[in-house]
């Protein structure tokens, strides 16, 4: 036992992507594994050490009974909880689901239907208490390591409150909706990303959750007018938070 803050890492509904990035990050990762004691990591290490935990990670949305009583354990074993990227944060796409029954939707996965019980897909905080959320599919590697290096100084995290746009228009690209008219939801998701789609010429699709003063309403109508069928509107403030009260308003606003 050392005296290194203890982490955790847990794994829940999730393609396993948010804790890869903790992998991906080379460069400080030794740096990361000197300043911490990665006690609990089951995707990296052979032996996890039991709890108590300074700080806890949870990737993914939780779907099922099980995940609950896994999540209500982590949550009093962990100083600090903290939402591993957007499942674990408001559902992200693993909340696709929630718009078709629960029923039709376990047929459509499993074959044999009388050992499931799944539940509606909810980000974390829909059971637990949480003390910070790191957003996006997958998480910013750069906010990951700000977030650690922030906890071990015992600075709080640092709030981007403003859209995608911003960053957009700081890396100087063209805008894809005004130029070409393309549905980007870059004006009302939050930043941190970099502007990564938009300056790779793709829309961005709102993986990040709705920024603070979002008017997803009024961009969903222009995505109408600009030809975008209602379904198709639908679906994009769906994808990733869709249950987030921003996103659900821009989904109903057609
Ligand atoms: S937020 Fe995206 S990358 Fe992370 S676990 Fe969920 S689906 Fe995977
Ligand atoms: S391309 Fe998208 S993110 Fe960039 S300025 Fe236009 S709407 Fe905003
Ligand atoms: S541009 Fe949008 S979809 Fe792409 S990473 Fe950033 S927030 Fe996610």
Redesign the pocket.
């Known amino acids: 036992m050392t005296d290194k803050p203890r982490v955790a890492i847990y794994?829940m509904s999730?393609?396993?992507?948010?804790?890869?990035?903790f992998l991906n990050l080379e460069p400080v990762l030794l740096d990361v594994v000197g300043a911490v004691e990665l006690s609990y990591f089951v995707m990296a290490r052979r032996q996890n050490a039991p709890g108590p935990y300074d700080i806890g990670f949870v990737?993914?949305?939780i779907t099922c009974g099980e995940e609950i009583e896994k999540l209500k354990r982590a949550r009093q074993e962990c100083r600090v909880l903290v939402a591993?990227?957007?499942?674990?944060?408001f559902g992200?796409?693993?909340s696709i689901k929630n718009w078709i029954p629960e029923r039709v939707v376990e047929s459509r996965v499993y074959q044999n239907l009388e050992v499931i019980e799944s539940t509606k897909a909810y980000g974390i905080d829909e059971y637990v208490k949480v003390d910070a959320y790191l957003k996006?599919?997958?998480?910013d590697k750069g906010e990951l390591v700000e977030f650690i290096k922030g906890a071990l100084l015992g600075i709080s995290p640092h709030l981007r409150p403003h859209s995608v746009c911003v960053e957009c228009k700081l890396r100087e690209n063209v805008c894809l909706f005004v130029s070409q008219g393309e549905p980007c939801l870059g004006a009302v998701t939050t930043a941190g990303c970099g502007a990564l789609c938009p300056s790779r010429g793709k829309v961005c699709d709102g993986?990040r959750g709705p920024a603070n003063d979002a008017n997803a309403e009024s961009l969903a109508r222009s995505f109408t007018e600009y030809g975008l069928h209602k379904s198709d509107v639908i679906r994009k403030f769906r994808k990733?938070a869709g249950l987030t009260p921003e996103f659900s308003k821009g989904a109903e606003a057609v």
């Open positions: 794994k999730s393609c396993a992507g948010c804790q890869l990035e990737e993914g949305a591993l990227g957007s499942c674990a944060c992200g796409l693993p996006g599919c997958p998480v993986c990733f």
